[in-house]
């Protein structure tokens, strides 16, 4: 089977590679949200615009959408957390959660990753830094390159491996 992973992230091919023993081709699938997005149907909506945007430039038998998203929720506080959304080439029915698909969809799942608690002071700095969300991420402001694993202990790579294995059993 051929997958097409909508991003040329190395860290998104290494999850997919290690949860999948199909074939993988990546493609620079825009997600028209901002940088960082907020909020579950904002990060959700990001992974199927990538979803879609892939599907329309190459064919596979399916399609793998990534996003990282931000939430605030009371009394935890900021939580970075990921969506993967997977869209098969054939028709059938669509399950999903939260949001407003496109008519035509043919079918997705999504599962989130575990939530990883972001300190507010990087999350501030983010959004006040000028364009906001749309231009910055709070992970930009911890000083590493895997934020997920200086915040609890295992790599971004691991979290998305583990949720592209439920995508895949």
């Known amino acids: 089977m051929k997958i ?5 992230s190395p860290i998104k091919y290494e999850a997919v590679a290690a949860a999948s023993d199909d074939r993988i081709v990546r493609f620079d699938a825009r997600s028209d949200v901002p ?21 329309s430039h190459i064919s596979a038998d ?15 506080g900021w939580m970075d957390f990921h969506v993967v959304v997977r869209m098969s ?7 999903f959660s ?10 997705e799942f999504w599962v989130t990753s575990p939530l990883v608690i972001y300190p ?8 006040n830094k000028p364009g906001g969300f749309q231009t910055n991420t709070a992970a930009e402001h911890l000083g590493t390159k895997d934020s997920h694993l200086l915040l609890c202990g295992i790599s971004r790579k691991d979290i998305l491996t583990s949720t592209l294995r439920q995508l895949f059993a």
């Open 62 to 76: 399916a399609y793998i959408g990534i996003e990282n998203g931000i939430i605030y929720l009371l009394d935890v």
């Open 35 to 55: 940088k960082q997005p907020h909020g579950i149907n904002e990060t959700l909506r990001g992974a199927l615009d990538r979803v879609i945007h892939c599907k």
């Open 89 to 95: 080439a054939t028709s059938v029915d669509w399950v």
């Open 98 to 107: 939260g949001g407003t698909l496109p008519d035509g969809v043919d079918r």
């Open 120 to 127: 507010h002071a990087a999350v501030l700095a983010a959004l």
């Open 4 to 8: 097409a992973l909508a991003s040329l």
